[in-house]
């Protein structure tokens, strides 16, 4: 197989680093130096079953970000602080803007460029930054690593102890038709209470970009992080997000996934319960259509004794899309005493779309509370039925029960924060594919 | 009421076979049904359990299960097969379901306010809609909080025969079918349905009420009674005919019985 050339990432790497510390300089040429050694992974990996990697592989560097940020999305309040507590907005991977309520600042929440922080902030950046790439066996790493030697940018949030943000942190990405790589970090330090919404899109429907992007998320002891990714880029994009987190004592994270758009998405996200009482509950809604192929990958970790896990991924495909999902879980003989739960889902609304659903359980203690489910199924008739019964059109009754199906997820949208956009655009894609 | 006004509906010899999955058309279960209900009417259809009620209830609603082998169904005059299932409740039919679907992510007030919108075929202003709900969610005894649960998901069986009386009121249907509404129920929560359902009754109305007892009838009076058997309606009369059956079971009345 055929690695592209690699001098031009060569040259962007150093490119990038000539503005970073030497600390991240280093670490950015560590990154490349294992992605040129390793090579693409082999499909032989369970990570790889659905998804060439080579249709992930740059063939040229990042391009410059447009400084041109383009229209916000419309339901994104510029400037102002109602619905949220901080915000960014990002192009190509770059900050261009960041601001935190300044009726709150004296909480001492952070959310600026990752960066510029790893310069001014190196010890609050350095311990966090790049360290969980082995949790998990270090799954994805190999692209983990390419991110690691060419982001351009990404934001870093920290929540310092204590602190409750009633308010989630707004995190706005956009990006173009170029290959771009971002990383960011969040840190969600012991005791405090936290959400974080990140919404990507593309600056045009047509544009048919690749963002590699790499989000490490650290939960400290106590402390509850809620992180929730839309994803809605145009239908050409190329998508290939590792969410790694790491989740401490009582600690809790929550994330909610929305995948709506991308022609070719393959995301992974790994959760190492890293202490006992750790907590995760993952949800994921996937929607597919026309020729599109949606590859999700989990990996959740019981690592220590006494941690619990709650995962729900829903994908409904059209057309002749794919969705697949692998839901790795492993408890190892260190997590007696956890609970597991895992469900996937999968309504086809089409003959010719297809999706697939993969359990990979690796229990190796008897001592766990586990359950898992896997169905995959047509709209069921008889609900299509009882709603046409009373007065909606097959198209809307359809439309309503997928959106239904979907509901679980999209309720856990903070109020006033993207649910509706989501809906809007669920609703006309749904309308499009019937 | 003018008698040149077409009945309600009217079913002459009709007759009706399952579809299966694979599409084959199975033995017939209705054979031969005639019945007319003329607006301003209630009918009750009485039957024991594999009679056919449910089948004719859910053949006049256009379920994709059944196919009309024979015979006719006319609602106002026009024959109701061929019609899409959503173009009915359009034209004011309402089939209150034995066991209601349930949907699961569907919020109550979301599902109600497209079916209204549907069915009357514009948006109704929330101005409109938020009064109109909450005189029925009193009437029927509802909480408020009902209109933020997920349809019929988790409902008891009491809630759910409610949920589907608080829909017929909101869609004022000129002709309801009401299959086995009362089955289930404890006494209060049958007043509450019967109530429901006296409270649509009006000459430009008609209902056709499906059951197994007699006993709702005592609180909705109907004006002709039906005893199906075997796909077969084997007699009609007033409501003492009801009464009759409640007493003596439906043995008597079956082919070859004295
Ligand atoms: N989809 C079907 N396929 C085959 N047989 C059916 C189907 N639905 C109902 N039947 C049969 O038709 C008869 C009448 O059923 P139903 O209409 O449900 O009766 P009721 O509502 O009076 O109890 C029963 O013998 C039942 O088993
Ligand atoms: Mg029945």
Aim: proline fraction near 5%; hydrophobic fraction near 40%.
């Amino acid at each position: 197989m055929s690695v592209s050339p690699l001098s031009p990432l060569v040259s962007a790497s150093l490119a990038r680093a000539s503005g970073d510390p030497d600390w991240l300089a280093a670490a950015r040429a560590a990154g490349l130096e294992r992605y040129a050694k390793g090579g693409l992974p082999s499909r032989a990996e369970h990570l790889w079953r659905y998804t060439d990697p080579v249709r992930l592989v740059p063939g040229s560097a990042p391009s410059d970000p447009e400084t041109r940020f383009g229209d916000l999305p419309p339901d994104f309040a510029d400037g102002t602080f109602e619905r949220a507590s901080a915000y960014a907005i990002a192009r190509d991977g770059v900050l261009l803007r960041a601001a935190v309520d300044p009726l709150i600042a004296h909480l001492g929440f952070l959310v600026e460029d990752l960066r510029a922080a790893a310069a001014s902030r190196r010890a609050l950046v350095e311990p966090r930054l790049f360290a969980l790439r082995d949790t998990c066996d270090g799954a994805g790493g190999r692209f983990d690593d390419l991110a690691a030697a060419l982001f351009t940018g990404g934001t870093f949030v920290h929540v310092p102890r204590g602190v409750t943000l009633d308010r989630p942190v707004r995190i706005a990405h956009r990006v173009g038709g170029g290959f771009a790589a971002s990383r960011s970090l969040v840190v969600a330090e012991a005791q405090c209470t936290a959400t974080v919404v990140i919404d990507l899109s593309s600056a045009a429907e047509t544009d048919a970009g690749t963002l590699h992007e790499t989000i490490e998320i650290h939960v400290g002891r106590g402390a509850e992080l809620r992180v929730v990714f839309v994803q809605r880029l145009g239908d050409r994009a190329t998508h290939a997000p590792v969410v790694r987190s790491r989740v401490e004592r009582d600690g809790v994270l929550d994330t909610v996934t929305v995948a709506l758009g991308g022609g070719l998405v393959k995301s992974l996200q790994t959760v190492e319960l890293a202490e006992p009482g750790a907590r995760a509950n993952a949800l994921g809604i996937v929607f597919a259509d026309g020729r599109r192929h949606l590859d999700h990958h989990t990996f959740l970790d019981h690592a220590a004794p006494s941690t619990s896990s709650d995962l729900d991924y829903r994908a409904a495909v059209a057309g002749r899309s794919r969705s697949s999902f692998t839901g790795r879980l492993r408890i190892p003989a260190a997590g007696a005493r956890s609970s597991a739960h895992q469900s996937n889902r999968n309504l086809v609304l089409a003959d010719t779309a297809r999706a697939d659903a993969i359990p990979e359980l690796e229990i190796l203690t008897n001592d766990v509370s586990c359950s898992h489910a896997v169905a995959t199924s047509p709209i069921d008739e008889e609900q299509l039925h009882f709603a046409m019964t009373r007065g909606l059109s097959p198209a809307d009754a359809r439309k309503l029960i997928v959106l239904g199906f979907f509901e679980p997820a999209l309720e856990k949208i903070p109020p006033g924060m993207l649910a509706d956009g989501v809906r809007e655009v669920l609703e006309r894609k749904l309308g499009a594919a019937s | 009421m003018s008698t040149s006004h077409p009945p309600l509906l009217e079913l002459s010899d009709l007759r009706v076979a399952p579809v299966a999955d694979d599409g084959s058309v199975g033995k017939e279960i209705l054979k031969g049904i005639s019945l007319t209900l003329r607006a301003g009417t209630v009918h009750a259809l009485m039957g024991r359990n594999g009679s056919g009620k449910s089948t004719l209830s859910a053949v006049l609603m256009g379920h994709p299960k059944f196919r009309v082998t024979g015979g006719s169904m006319k609602y106002l005059g026009e024959d109701l097969t061929g019609i899409p299932v959503h173009e009915r409740a359009r034209k004011g039919l309402f089939l209150c379901f034995q066991y209601p679907m349930a949907l699961p992510g569907v919020g109550v007030a979301q599902f109600l306010r497209q079916s209204v919108k549907g069915v009357r075929g514009a948006d109704v202003p929330s101005k409109e809609f938020r009064p109109l709900v909450k005189k029925h969610l009193e009437a029927l005894g509802i909480p408020q909080t009902f209109m933020t649960r997920y349809v019929n998901d988790g409902f008891s069986g009491g809630e759910k025969k409610r949920m589907e009386m608080l829909h017929m009121l909101l869609l004022e249907p000129r002709l309801a079918i009401l299959d086995e509404v009362d089955s289930g129920l404890d006494v209060d929560a049958l007043k509450v349905v019967a109530e429901s359902i006296n409270r649509l009754r009006s000459p430009e109305r008609g209902q056709l009420l499906v059951t197994h007892y007699q006993r709702i009838l005592d609180y909705v009076v109907p004006d002709e009674v039906h005893v199906l058997l075997d796909g077969e309606i084997v007699r009609s009369g007033a409501a003492d005919l009801a009464r009759e059956v409640e007493s003596r079971g439906y043995e008597w009345l079956a082919k070859g019985a004295a």
